[in-house]
């Protein structure tokens, strides 16, 4: 799996440990960041396709 950095303020940070760990929702930061990029892409998906943006074989 390839890395990337970025960078986030440190309010969000403190955020997201939030719900990471033993009594988070999730395993670990990495863990947090896919799921949330995960989920904004398919808010996108939807977004797109309402407009009629997606290709037929996005559609699936």
């Known amino acids: 799996m390839p890395k990337i950095s970025v960078e986030i303020p440190q309010e969000l940070l403190d955020d997201l440990d939030d719900h990471v760990g033993d009594d988070g929702k999730f ?7 896919r799921a949330s990029v ?3 892409l398919d808010l996108l998906d939807e ?3 309402r407009h009629d943006r997606l290709e037929a074989d996005e559609r699936e």
């Open 47 to 49: 977004i797109d396709e």
């Open 27 to 33: 395993v670990n930061r990495s863990d947090a960041i």
């Open 38 to 40: 995960r989920k904004t």
